[in-house]
């Protein structure tokens, strides 16, 4: 006898119905508190760095998971730091995978469960699973069995929180690292001044347009309540759904640890991350535009990684973000297309900018 597979339905919560935000003086939501569930899946007690991207995302997206959800975690920082012998944080299963096959082994685990319901052999709702993996597992070395899962639907949330660098291997360059980010294997010098040369891999869009059944999103640590959202609307789409997330790592990017959330913010207001959902019933993409436009300086200047920079490398990074500003629908005002001139830049650490800034070297 064939059993149904009945699955969980999270609901989102509301952008609305947060208890005692604020606004700065831009009009932003300068605090996030919105009703969140009091179950911490990730609890307190880890060990990654203070201010640590990846520990905040986390939490949140095993906030709006829930205690029915079953984790796995390729190789990186997020297992090392996670995980010394008999200890984890977690308080729902979890299991590490080798940093190639996140994909391949949630792909296994949630065929098994649909196996096991069906046959009786496991009862109760079809459970949470989802999976986080690096950029350096999910843009890189695991690709092509994230790819392989998403491209066969599986019905699980695969998730790549993106330091932009190998971490946990000692800060070395990714395909995510972006133009000029500074890293161990990158260098800046004479012969190559910006340090890393090439444009980041997008990921994201690569994961929508080439598996257009799935669902597909990108978010950051700035934004909680859209991580969480976005995390429930993979978790609740019957199939495969990829979520990528922008996680600073202060340890490799050098920055006041105090700032990640406010990273978080300042890469989507710089137009360097832009933050968009992709309805696979729709077969559209749905941007998100952010209140304020910034300089690209706003956000480099606070970071170490970026200290080296020309005011050539400068100009580069501003056109690319004043592309991304075009491509998702966005006018480009006058004073940044006028940022794309060299000339009007200097070297990154003599710019004018706007927030604590970091003027020391990174990596
Ligand atoms: C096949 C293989 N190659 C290399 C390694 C060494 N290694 C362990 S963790 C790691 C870094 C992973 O980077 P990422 O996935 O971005 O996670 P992060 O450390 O940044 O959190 C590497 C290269 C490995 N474990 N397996
Ligand atoms: S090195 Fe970076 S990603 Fe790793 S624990 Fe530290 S802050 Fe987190
Ligand atoms: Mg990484």
New binding site residues.
Partial sequence: MTHEVTRHQLPLFDEDGRAGATDDEHGRDLYYLPDLPEEDPYAAGHRTCAGCG?AIQYRWVLKAAGQDTVVAG?????Y?ANSTYLCTPYTVPWAHT???SGGSFTSGLAAGYEAMIRKGRYLGPYPNILVM??????SD?GLGSISGALYRNHDALFIC?D?E?????GI?V?PTTPYAGMTTFTPFGKAIPEGKKLPPKNLAKMMAEGHPHCYVATTTVGYPVDLMNKTRKGLNHVGAAFLHCYTP?QKGWVYQTSMTVELGRRVVESGLWPVWEYDPAERQYHYFHPPLQRPVTDYLAMQGRFGHMLPEHVATLQAAANRNWAAIGMDVPQHLRDLEDPARHQRLKDEEYSMPVNRGVGA
């Fill in positions: 990846p390729p190789t990186g920082c997020m090392v080798p940093i190639a993996a690096g950029d350096g597992s999910a070395i929180y330091n660098c190998y971490a946990n291997t070395q990714s790592c």
